[in-house]
């Protein structure tokens, strides 16, 4: 088991995915980027950035 958390929070997407806090809300407002709302803070599962992450770059590669 590694040491990183299942659930991540704006801040940990947006350093994995080397994008803004403020970009990363965006994309999570509009659907953009998989995740869900706990209270008014947004959570996301890693396992779920990471098999977007895999359909973005075969989107751009076809």
Do not use: C, H, N
Not at 33 to 56: L, M, N, S
Request: glycine residues 4%; charged residues 35%; proline residues 3%.
């Amino acid at each position: 088991m590694t040491d990183e958390p299942d659930i991540m929070t704006i801040r940990e997407v947006a350093e994995y995915l080397r994008l803004t806090e403020k970009t990363t809300y965006r994309f999570a407002l509009e659907g953009k980027i998989p995740g869900f709302k706990v209270g008014a803070a947004w959570r996301f599962r890693r396992e779920d950035i990471v098999d977007w992450t895999i359909q973005q770059s075969r989107r751009s590669a076809a």
